[in-house]
């Protein structure tokens, strides 16, 4: 079970920070986000949040983190769940390999460690899905570690404060960064709020672009707000411009239910159920074309076929943007080939039974307000 309550908030005077330290603890505690994964001290809690944040918004994240746990309330339950009813709790949150690691790391933890997440950054690492940085957010913020997590963010705010330039990615700027970090985390109590802190003061003071060195607790001891141009550091990244690509799908219905099609092994989101794709350049996608693919496809006469609209998504490094089709089925087998792969037929009011991606909840959005 969850253990809600009021987190540790012992604070260090000592060590490198000393004012440093105090300025930035002091801001926290007055203006940090109430997020729920902050309430509670519970490690398998704040693993499933650390996994689920990444590369998702803290507002995405927010509900579906309760429903998960509403659902998975502790290792055991999550440990002993299936594959897809664990996708289906992840359907819209992308990156569904995450999903599977955290399937993958409750069991581990429930055969390795007798049901206990262990405390120590280096056994929390030989876990499936847990790099560097989740290894060291849980073991500071649950177990109190002195561990320093660095994000995007605490590493913009040390590259900053002590005018680090480069890549923090990657390379020796990111190597520096890291030692820094660890000079700073307390190590007689509060590491987890700390490294709490830092991040924070990246999400909501020390932005990419326009950093609010006026509202920053540090500001009087930052070397780039000293120097008067913040957003030089921490430097040039390595560009990540993600690969534009365009799709065509068929919403098809018959007697009130949706064609859906699970993606086979090396397909990506591998196992999720989406609405078909079909092999039409988009640009040459009309009404009379996607009929005829889908009739030739999986032998379906369709009536009333028309393009509904488009909705774009991203997986990985590729924009993708869906032209989506809709069309009633009046003719044709009960379902198509098993050749053509794995099929179901859902009413959308059961879409959330399936583990599905995020496009085809975008899609079938569409669908509701046609
Ligand atoms: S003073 Fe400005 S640049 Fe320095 S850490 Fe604060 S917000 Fe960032």
Known sequence: MLAFGPMRTKTTAGGIGGDRHRSLLAWYRRHRRDLPWRRTRDPYAILVSELMLQQTRVAVVE???RRFLERFPDVEALAGASADDVLALWSGLGYYRRARQLHAAARAIRDRHGGRVPAEA???RE???VGAYTAA???SIAFDRPEPPVDGNA???LARWFRLRGDARSGPAARRLARRAAELVPRDGGAGEWNQALMELGALVCLPRRP???ACPVASSCGAAAEGRPERYPGPGRATRPVRESVVRAALERNGRWLLRRNGAGETPEGLFEFPALPCPSGRATPAAVARLVERRWGWRVEDCRELGTVRHQILARSILVRVFAARVVAGPAM???SAGTFRRVALSRLSELPVSGATLKIA?????R
């Open 137 to 139: 957010a849980v073991a």
């Open 336 to 338: 198509p080939p098993r």
């Open 127 to 129: 876990l499936p899905g």
């Open 212 to 214: 609010r060195c006026g």
């Open 155 to 157: 590493a913009r705010v």
């Open 122 to 124: 280096a056994r929390l």
């Open 365 to 369: 959005r569409l669908l509701a307000r």
């Open 63 to 65: 509900d579906r983190w």
